[in-house]
């Protein structure tokens, strides 16, 4: 059963912008923190950003802070993650998950079986 579906990736020049989308069309999480994650070829999945279900506040992995903003849109049941000025170390496999807060959310304490993703390649 998928709660959570990414879309958006692709493939983008360095100094590029996606827009990432996280749906959650059975509204199973419309009250949690939400969170983006990565995973690189041959590397763990890493933190990249974290929202509270009001919108308020967010948190940022050091290395995307300045160039990505995570927002939602509740009354869409949806999690965006905007990427500007993309590099190629950001390519990788995007995810989203909900937690409950961003500190939890951060070491990766997360409510959903992850899903598969969506692909961004950032060339040089």
């Known amino acids: 059963q998928v709660q959570l579906v990414e879309s958006g990736g692709g493939l983008v020049q360095a100094g590029g912008s996606l827009r990432l989308s996280c749906a959650d069309s059975?509204?199973?999480?419309?009250?949690?923190?939400m969170g983006w994650f990565h995973q690189a070829p041959g590397k763990e999945r890493e933190f990249v950003a974290a929202?509270?279900?009001?919108?308020?506040?967010?948190a940022y992995a050091d290395s995307v802070k300045g160039r990505f903003t995570i927002s939602r849109n509740n009354g869409k049941n949806t999690v965006y993650l905007q990427m500007n000025s993309l590099k190629p170390e950001d390519t990788a496999v995007y995810y989203c998950?909900?937690?409950?807060?961003?500190?939890?959310?951060?070491?990766?304490?997360?409510?959903?079986?992850w899903g598969q993703g969506t692909q961004v390649t950032v060339s040089s």
């Open positions: 059975a509204r199973t999480y419309s009250s949690s923190a």
């Open positions: 929202i509270t279900w009001t919108g308020i506040m967010t």
């Open positions: 998950n909900a937690g409950r807060d961003l500190a939890t959310i951060r070491s990766q304490g997360v409510f959903a079986s």
